[in-house]
């Protein structure tokens, strides 16, 4: 069973930063394809963004141009760099391997003045 376990999230005001990160397990991760969703209340799950073994990338609309998705291969890492937040990108953000269809556990932002 592939671990994820995230970090990074909290509260931040409109406009600011966050830099959320994504620790795995696993041997393989450097051919892994790894993304961050997310949930806000009464909501369902989302994509936000997306990065594939060779380094391409995928992001929804509403994030393009704001959040950056990275990875390490020698940490087995993954990270999501969140800029310009909106009040609107408040939920549980959630790292994702989609090769294993694991699943972290969550980590908590909000956008709030």
């Known amino acids: 069973q592939v671990q994820l376990v995230e970090s990074g999230g909290g509260l931040v005001q409109p406009g600011g930063s966050l830099r959320l990160s994504c620790t795995t397990s696993?041997?393989?991760?450097?051919?892994?394809?790894m993304g961050w969703y997310r949930q806000a209340p009464g909501k369902q799950r989302e994509l936000v963004a997306r990065?594939?073994?060779?380094?391409?990338?995928n992001y929804a609309d509403s994030v393009k141009g704001r959040f950056t998705i990275s990875r390490d291969n020698d940490k087995k890492m993954v990270h999501l760099q969140m800029n310009s937040l909106k009040p609107e990108d408040t939920a549980v953000y959630y790292c994702?391997?989609?090769?294993?269809?694991?699943w972290g556990q969550g980590t908590q932002v909000t956008v709030s003045s």
């Open positions: 990065i594939f073994s060779g380094g391409g990338t």
């Open positions: 696993g041997s393989i991760f450097k051919i892994i394809t």
């Open positions: 994702h391997n989609f090769d294993f269809n694991s």
